[in-house]
């Protein structure tokens, strides 16, 4: 059981600028690192910045395509460095709200934990108000999920920012570099979208699809790729079972 996250200081930097470049939608990115002492320690050393499919004040989603992208980023790493780097985990913001994972953020998690026991989730609560001080602040919770039959619960893991001194530092940087471009990329995107539908819709179908046809297809791409990490987790599982035979 995982007790205990090692977070290198340059990758906390990375998460905290990229929480901190977007005030009204959250934010998510994924965690590249190692898994030590029979899967009781991991330590992050790199991310990976994701392009985001939705922004949502509540809520994030990303393509499969940039999964695998990040998958691939882990094995070049791995390769260059001669180390057994990996997809350890991920991180999203929560702007103007708690630090808490909220159910959703929990079933994701535990999604993630069917398929890797060690996997961590990583929560930046940021444009957040000190109550007593009224000074800006910022909170940073690491949580894995417990499942209790219909929903899932928080675990919170230990985590502990460390310096890091190896040869990742400068690629963690150039991680940093590449914020801009990524924001940029997303509001093209968005207003390409926007183009297009004002060619093709009137004013009344453009609100009807905001209000009623956009929410529904929404929830069923989300409920589709959680169908999808579901029966990845449950092959995997199979597999298992059956080598035991």
Known sequence: MLNKVLLSSDVALVCMQHALSTEKEEIMGLLI???????????????????????????VEISEEQLVQATLRAE????ELGRPLRVVGWYHSHPHITVWPSHVDLATQFMYQRMDSSFV???????????ASKAPSVQVTCFQSVNEGSSQSRREIEMEIINNSDSLVSNNFETLTQLPTILKEEEDEAYNNE??????DDIINRQHNAAMSRPMLEALVARNALNSIRLKALKKQHKEMMTKL
């Open 33 to 59: 690192g190692e898994v030590h002492n029979n899967n009781t320690l991991v330590s992050i050393v790199s991310s990976v910045i994701l392009r985001r499919l939705d922004k949502k004040p509540d809520r």
């Open 76 to 79: 070049e790493l791995a390769n």
């Open 121 to 131: 989730g990583i929560i930046f609560a940021v444009f957040l108000t000190d109550q």
């Open 195 to 200: 183009a297009i539908q004002s060619e093709d």
